[in-house]
């Protein structure tokens, strides 16, 4: 199992930036070898998958953020990170990391994302 903690929500103006930030615990299975991935959930609507990262680093976005948004990670600090330019008013939502520890590479079926944050909210303002 592993824990995951988010931080770096809060409120911009659209066209602003955020960062946000997702730590995970120690567990045993070794940060790096498995996917990650941020998705996020605005209200009334389903949780929808905003980008993933595999083990080698590969990463996939959904189309609406491809050229905004970048997924990171710091294998050597158990870090996960989202970095969010140019944020649009339809990007606020809760955003929550979720871990899949038993594949390299990130699966299309997000119930396969075994492991969650609490989530961190952001709210971008017209």
């Known amino acids: 199992a592993v824990d995951l903690v988010e931080s770096g929500g809060g409120s911009v103006q659209a066209g602003g930036s955020l960062r946000l930030s997702c730590a995970a615990s120690?567990?045993?299975?070794?940060?790096?070898?498995?996917?990650m991935g941020w998705f996020r959930e605005a209200l009334g609507t389903e949780r929808e998958r905003v980008a993933t990262?595999?083990?080698?680093?590969?990463?996939r976005y959904t189309e609406s953020v491809k050229g905004r948004f970048t997924i990171s990670r710091d294998n050597a600090k158990n870090l996960l990170y989202l970095q969010m330019n140019n944020l649009k008013p339809e990007d606020a939502a809760m955003y929550y990391c979720?871990?899949?520890?038993?594949?390299?590479?990130?699966?299309?079926?997000?119930?396969?994302?075994?492991?969650w944050g609490q989530g961190t909210q952001v709210t971008v303002s017209s």
């Open positions: 120690e567990s045993s299975y070794t940060y790096g070898t498995y996917c």
């Open positions: 990262i595999d083990s080698d680093g590969s990463a």
């Open positions: 979720a871990a899949d520890l038993w594949r390299e590479i990130c699966p299309d079926v997000t119930g396969l994302f075994a492991f």
